[in-house]
């Protein structure tokens, strides 16, 4: 696969199966192990469920962005609204085949100038498990910050998937965004 094969486009509900794939593929199981991104060692069962995916296409206040390598769906990145003129990014999945490409910081990129362009974000923010320092750092080369917040994992919810540790926590991180080049 090469970058500028990829095309982009925003999920709709007739994308939901091979979405749910996609996601569940690069975070849980044995097939996420082909990765680096996955949380299999922190985590079992669901990163998310259909429904929730469906709910997130159908509100205003999210979108979920498609990339696209022929009729495969490589990767995908989630946004929405925050308070104070932000938004947020989460659900960063790129299929485990693919990573390691430069496509996640493709879908970064391009969840950025969405969130500025749908939400008029000035800044956007993400969490990510405490334990996952190479994520972490990842997030840090592409000028994300840790604010120093922290958020509660949620434990007892198998829609969020099993814990196999007992000590997850969501760091937060955020970057300004800065207005496009006219």
């Known amino acids: 696969m090469t970058l500028h094969d990829v095309r982009f486009s925003i999920a709709t509900t007739a994308d939901v199966p091979v979405l749910h794939r996609l996601v569940e593929s690069a975070y849980r199981g044995a097939a996420a192990r082909g990765g680096w991104t996955h949380e299999a060692d922190l985590l079992d069962g669901q990163r998310t469920d259909p429904d929730a995916l469906i709910q997130s296409i159908a509100d205003p206040d999210h979108c979920i962005l498609l990339a696209w390598h022929g ?19 989460g659900l960063l999945s790129v299929a485990p085949a693919g990573q390691g490409l430069g496509l996640g910081k493709r879908l970064i990129a391009a969840a950025e100038a969405e969130a500025q362009r749908r939400f008029a974000a000035s ?9 996952r320092g ?25 829609r969020f998937g099993i814990p196999q540790v007992d000590d997850l926590i969501f760091v937060v991180l955020e970057k300004p965004l800065t207005s496009p080049a006219v």
């Open 71 to 89: 009729q495969a769906l490589v990767g995908c990145v989630e946004i929405s609204r925050a308070a104070r003129d932000g938004a947020y990014l």
């Open 123 to 131: 800044r956007i923010e993400m969490t990510v498990i405490r334990q």
């Open 134 to 158: 190479e994520l972490i750092a990842f997030y840090e080369r592409r000028g994300y910050r840790l604010t120093g917040e922290t958020r509660p994992f949620p434990y007892g919810d198998a």
